[in-house]
């Protein structure tokens, strides 16, 4: 598969623009029933101002268990065709505790194995953020290195700023 430049730098084009929009997704994870759609609406207007971006769906149905659908799925025109990315987010509530935030996020992974064969091939991005200092200490202590990069247990995490500014917005994220 040719390399799509979404899948290729989801990670770090989201995390700029979290720490661009800071304030607001603090806002936003402050109020009670999550804000995981707001970050769909979000993330797809920005994705959608790229030249390269053909089309993107919210909530669109591309596994084969009905019921399931991809918080994101783009379809990109660069390098000589057409080029699928799903993007599944998961955002920390105040309600959950750390550990199944975590197991959340790799529930999310477990599901790239049902997608239907008409959305295929898909590259994914599996991308969570969490906002207090307990979720950015878990996940600094879950980073793997060596044997275990590209597993399902392995997310990659990013403190969108640094410890000595005070602030606990962290991202996770993982692609295939």
């Given at each position: 598969m040719a390399?799509?430049?979404?899948?290729?730098?989801?990670?770090?084009?989201?995390?700029?623009?979290?720490?661009?929009?800071?304030?607001?997704?603090?806002?936003?994870?402050?109020?009670?029933?999550?804000?995981?759609?707001w970050l769909q609406v979000e993330l797809g207007i920005k994705l959608a101002n790229e030249p390269f971006i053909k089309n993107i769906e919210r909530e669109k149905h591309v596994y084969n268990t009905s019921g399931q659908a991809a918080d994101l799925f783009i379809t990109t025109t660069l390098n000589e065709g057409l080029h699928q990315t799903m993007i599944e987010l998961k955002?920390?509530?105040?309600?959950?505790?750390?550990?199944?935030?975590?197991?959340?996020?790799?529930?999310?992974?477990?599901?790239?194995?049902?997608?239907a064969d008409g959305h295929k091939p898909c590259q994914v991005a599996c991308i969570g953020f969490s906002n207090t200092p307990e979720a950015r200490a878990y996940?600094?202590?879950?980073?793997?290195?060596?044997?275990?990069?590209?597993?399902?247990?392995?997310?990659?995490?990013?403190?969108?700023?640094p410890a000595d500014q005070n602030d606990d917005l962290t991202m996770w994220y993982w692609t295939a």
């Amino acid at each position: 598969m040719a390399s799509n430049p979404i899948l290729a730098n989801s990670a770090m084009y989201i995390y700029l623009w979290a720490q661009d929009n800071h304030v607001r997704i603090r806002r936003a994870f402050a109020m009670k029933g999550g804000w995981e759609h707001w970050l769909q609406v979000e993330l797809g207007i920005k994705l959608a101002n790229e030249p390269f971006i053909k089309n993107i769906e919210r909530e669109k149905h591309v596994y084969n268990t009905s019921g399931q659908a991809a918080d994101l799925f783009i379809t990109t025109t660069l390098n000589e065709g057409l080029h699928q990315t799903m993007i599944e987010l998961k955002s920390k509530t105040g309600t959950n505790n750390i550990p199944t935030f975590a197991n959340r996020l790799r529930k999310e992974l477990d599901g790239i194995e049902d997608i239907a064969d008409g959305h295929k091939p898909c590259q994914v991005a599996c991308i969570g953020f969490s906002n207090t200092p307990e979720a950015r200490a878990y996940a600094s202590a879950q980073q793997t290195h060596g044997q275990n990069a590209g597993s399902k247990d392995h997310f990659q995490v990013l403190s969108l700023f640094p410890a000595d500014q005070n602030d606990d917005l962290t991202m996770w994220y993982w692609t295939a």
